[in-house]
């Protein structure tokens, strides 16, 4: 089997359509905050609150929490605030009556402000490793991109939130179409098992699905063909407005063509090898 390793190279800027009107992104340019999210985190890096909310708010108590971290760096290590009983609607101004968690909440936030919040971890197939029909166990990859990159700075300052899905059953149980990115299970006829790239999917408002990038990734490779797509959002993901700054926007604007020639040649500095995409599953995903 030929070595199929990437043997970087470095990087080449591909031609990149200046937009008319600035849309925040960091690699063409535009540097400046463009609204309060931006300069908050401009301001401190979100990850440095961790430190404040183990030594300085659990020991000081709910009154002590810097507003700027409240309302905005909390959501970094899962914690919100949670509107007081009565209050409807939102926004900046609203009464807040404490905090809210994704489990136990730090010491000093006390136990009836709290409430378990859904967190957005990466997804993995629930039967990896022992599933049969499994075309390959990808939980080696998840275990690596979390070693190298979970608490990194470098990725700490994203435009919004990222989503990682990854599997390698052939039923696609990790919903790979509604993540930012998925790496989904495929066979090529030379090389074997291993992973094709999807990116962009997203629900909410203005819901898209994943376009398929119809490409092999081999299981060592996955963290790097990771980190190629969070540096993609990071740098060139829009920021100027909230209601944009997912990656399914840039996806859509480039195409999915596009997308691969950055990723290979700016980040990568090798080409990924094509296979086509397997086509989606019809019909329930779980299995119960």
Same mark, same amino acid.
């Given at each position: 089997?030929?070595?199929?390793?990437?043997?970087?190279?470095?990087?080449?800027?591909?031609?990149?359509?200046?937009?008319?009107?600035?849309?925040?992104?960091?690699?063409?340019?535009?540097?400046?905050?463009?609204?309060?999210?931006?300069?908050?985190?401009?301001? !401190?890096?979100?990850?440095?609150? $961790?430190?404040?909310? +183990?030594? /300085?708010?659990? =020991?000081? *108590?709910? @009154?002590?929490?810097? %507003?700027? !971290?409240?309302?905005?760096?909390? $959501?970094?290590?899962? +914690?919100? /605030?949670?509107? =007081?009983? *009565?209050? @409807?609607?939102?926004? %900046?101004?609203?009464?807040?009556?404490?905090? $809210?968690?994704?489990?136990?909440?730090?010491?000093?936030?006390?136990?009836?402000?709290?409430?378990?919040?859904?967190?957005?971890?990466?997804?993995?197939?629930?039967?990896?490793?022992?599933?049969?029909?499994?075309?390959?166990?990808?939980?080696?990859?998840?275990?690596?991109?979390?070693?190298?990159?979970?608490?990194?700075?470098?990725?700490?300052?994203?435009?919004?939130?990222?989503?990682?899905?990854?599997?390698?059953?052939?039923?696609?149980?990790?919903?790979?179409?509604?993540?930012?990115?998925?790496?989904?299970?495929?066979?090529?006829?030379?090389?074997?098992?291993?992973?094709?790239?999807?990116?962009?999917?997203?629900?909410?408002?203005?819901?898209?699905?994943?376009?398929?990038?119809?490409?092999?990734?081999?299981?060592?490779?996955?963290?790097?063909?990771?980190?190629?797509?969070?540096?993609?959002?990071?740098?060139?993901?829009?920021?100027?407005?909230?209601?944009?700054?997912?990656?399914?926007?840039?996806?859509?604007?480039?195409?999915?063509?596009?997308?691969?020639?950055?990723?290979?040649?700016?980040?990568?500095?090798?080409?990924?090898?094509?296979?086509?995409?397997?086509?989606?599953?019809?019909?329930?995903?779980?299995?119960?």
């Amino acid at each position: 089997m030929p070595d199929l390793r990437f043997h970087g190279t470095r990087p080449q800027h591909t031609e990149i359509p200046r937009p008319k009107r600035g849309e925040g992104q960091w690699a063409l340019g535009f540097n400046e905050p463009l609204n309060k999210n931006e300069q908050s985190k401009k301001d !401190d890096d979100a990850l440095n609150v $961790r430190d404040r909310i +183990l030594n /300085t708010y659990s =020991k000081r *108590g709910f @009154d002590s929490i810097d %507003p700027a !971290d409240l309302r905005g760096r909390f $959501r970094w290590m899962g +914690l919100y /605030t949670q509107r =007081k009983p *009565g209050i @409807d609607g939102g926004g %900046p101004g609203r009464p807040d009556r404490g905090v $809210r968690a994704r489990g136990r909440p730090p010491d000093g936030v006390p136990e009836d402000r709290a409430h378990r919040r859904r967190p957005r971890p990466f997804l993995g197939s629930p039967v990896a490793g022992v599933a049969a029909e499994e075309i390959i166990d990808g939980s080696s990859a998840l275990e690596e991109i979390k070693r190298r990159y979970i608490g990194d700075k470098q990725f700490s300052n994203l435009p919004r939130k990222f989503k990682t899905a990854l599997t390698g059953h052939p039923d696609h149980d990790v919903s790979p179409e509604t993540n930012d990115v998925s790496f989904v299970g495929t066979v090529h006829p030379e090389h074997g098992p291993g992973f094709d790239l999807w990116v962009g999917g997203g629900l909410s408002t203005n819901p898209m699905l994943a376009a398929k990038m119809g490409v092999w990734i081999p299981l060592d490779q996955v963290p790097d063909v990771w980190a190629g797509v969070a540096s993609i959002f990071r740098d060139y993901g829009y920021r100027r407005l909230r209601s944009r700054a997912r990656l399914k926007f840039l996806v859509a604007d480039w195409g999915i063509e596009k997308f691969r020639e950055v990723l290979e040649k700016e980040y990568l500095g090798a080409p990924l090898a094509s296979c086509p995409s397997p086509e989606s599953p019809v019909g329930f995903r779980d299995h119960i």
